[in-house]
């Protein structure tokens, strides 16, 4: 028998209507459009309104969009992970309610949270309950509601950052295609550049932390920005160099959506033309597990099967990482 690769076999996604445009952010906080543009590339963002609405509401409407286009029954799901820097509650795993309420009824769940490198690190999880034999549906979900956590007088974080949702199913695949390397990091000296202090166990939330505004993200953007530029590259090249694949082999390079100056810095060293690099920052932001599943979505139809894929992260931690993957289908 081949060996069994762990194959991405469907996506689909969500956004609120909610947008957040550059113009509405002038009139909150002292920033504007074109500072905006030239330096994050971003022009809006999607907020979720509607109280008690978190983040597996996000979750809930991109794995119904997935389970209506590739037209599965939910109960042959048997494991959906939710990858999220903002869940629901506490304690109570978003994943869960996220299956139940989809329907997946005979899988078990479970939250996995690695900042902006959720869905990366999420890639590598599904892929190997896949390829141990035992799984044969692994649906990933990358979502946050980034809106819950940012203060919108900040202007330093409130411009980046936007909430939405996409999702993956991971199946078998023994003709090779689906997820072939990857190189995961870490690094927990950057943890005070990009965090939310307060609400968390090391520091439970008080009213002076409230009057603070310290329960909001907090993030060191410059210092956040040089490392995010120099390991997502150096991983990305790592990955190509160890699978004796040059810029001419990638078709796609499917890079979270941070900065599009830090992801034309990773593209640049890669030497892969523009047009190879997807791009969706500017209708978006920053959602953190959800930019790369919404790129997988935003370019579907011109993916090709057999397509060479690296994707690259970096997020708060430091998290960071490459994954070179074949694509499975032609849609
Ligand atoms: O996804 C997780 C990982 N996160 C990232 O990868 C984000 C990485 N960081 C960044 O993308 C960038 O650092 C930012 C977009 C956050 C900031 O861009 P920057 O070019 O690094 O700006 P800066 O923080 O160095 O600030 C430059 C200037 C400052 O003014 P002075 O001190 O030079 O007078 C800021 O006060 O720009 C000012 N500034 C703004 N001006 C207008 C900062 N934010 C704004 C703003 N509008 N929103």
């Known amino acids: 028998m081949s060996k069994?690769?762990?194959?991405?076999?469907?996506?689909?996604?969500?956004?609120?209507?909610?947008?957040?445009?550059?113009?509405?952010?002038?009139?909150?906080v002292d920033t504007n459009d074109e500072w905006i543009t030239t330096r994050t590339g971003i022009?809006?963002?999607?907020?979720?309104?509607?109280?008690?609405?978190?983040?597996?509401?996000?979750?809930?409407?991109?794995?119904?969009?997935?389970?209506?286009?590739?037209?599965?029954?939910?109960?042959?799901?048997?494991?959906?992970i939710v990858a999220t820097a903002t869940p629901d509650m506490k304690a109570a795993s978003t994943s869960a309610f996220t299956a139940t309420q989809i329907g997946a009824v005979n899988a078990f769940s479970?939250?996995?949270?690695?900042?902006?490198?959720?869905?990366?690190?999420?890639?590598?999880?599904?892929a190997k309950y896949i390829e141990s034999g035992r799984y044969k549906n692994v649906l990933l979900?990358?979502?946050?509601?980034n809106s819950s956590?940012?203060?919108?007088?900040?202007?330093?974080?409130c411009i980046i950052f936007g909430d939405g949702a996409?999702?993956?199913?991971?199946?078998?695949?023994?003709?090779?295609?689906?997820?072939?390397?990857?190189?995961?990091?870490?690094?927990?000296?950057?943890?005070?550049?990009?965090?939310?202090k307060y609400g968390g166990s090391s520091y439970p939330t008080t009213v002076e932390a409230l009057e603070n505004k310290e329960q909001y993200?907090?993030?060191?953007?410059?210092?956040?920005?040089?490392?995010?530029?120099?390991?997502?590259a150096d991983v990305a090249v790592k990955i190509l160099e160890r699978n004796n694949l040059t810029n001419n082999d990638i078709s796609w390079l499917v890079a979270h959506q941070a900065n599009k100056r830090i992801i034309d810095a990773t593209a640049s060293r890669m030497?892969?033309?523009?047009?190879?690099?997807?791009?969706?920052?500017?209708?978006?932001?920053?959602?953190?597990?959800?930019?790369?599943?919404?790129?997988?979505?935003?370019?579907?139809?011109?993916?090709?099967?057999?397509?060479?894929?690296?994707?690259?992260a970096f997020g708060g931690g430091f998290t960071w990482g490459a994954i070179y993957l074949n694509w499975a289908y032609n849609s």
Do not use: W
Request: one cysteine or more; glycine letters at 8%; charged letters at 25%.
């Open 271 to 312: 030497e892969l033309d523009e047009d190879k690099v997807m791009m969706n920052i500017h209708k978006y932001g920053n959602t953190t597990s959800a930019t790369l599943p919404l790129l997988l979505n935003d370019y579907e139809s011109k993916l090709k099967k057999g397509d060479k894929l690296i994707f690259a």
């Open 110 to 126: 479970f939250d996995l949270e690695a900042a902006c490198s959720s869905f990366l690190y999420g890639m590598s999880t599904a």
């Open 43 to 80: 022009k809006e963002r999607r907020i979720l309104k509607g109280e008690g609405k978190g983040t597996s509401f996000l979750a809930i409407q991109a794995a119904k969009d997935l389970i209506a286009k590739k037209g599965i029954d939910p109960k042959d799901i048997e494991l959906v």
């Open 4 to 28: 069994i690769t762990a194959a991405i076999t469907a996506v689909g996604a969500y956004v609120p209507d909610y947008v957040l445009t550059n113009q509405i952010l002038e009139t909150m």
């Open 141 to 145: 979900i990358g979502a946050d509601k």
């Open 217 to 232: 993200v907090f993030q060191d953007g410059r210092t956040v920005f040089k490392n995010a530029v120099s390991n997502m």
């Open 149 to 157: 956590m940012i203060n919108y007088e900040d202007r330093a974080t």
């Open 166 to 196: 996409g999702a993956v199913l991971f199946e078998p695949n023994e003709e090779g295609y689906g997820l072939q390397d990857e190189y995961l990091r870490s690094d927990g000296s950057g943890r005070e550049f990009l965090q939310a």
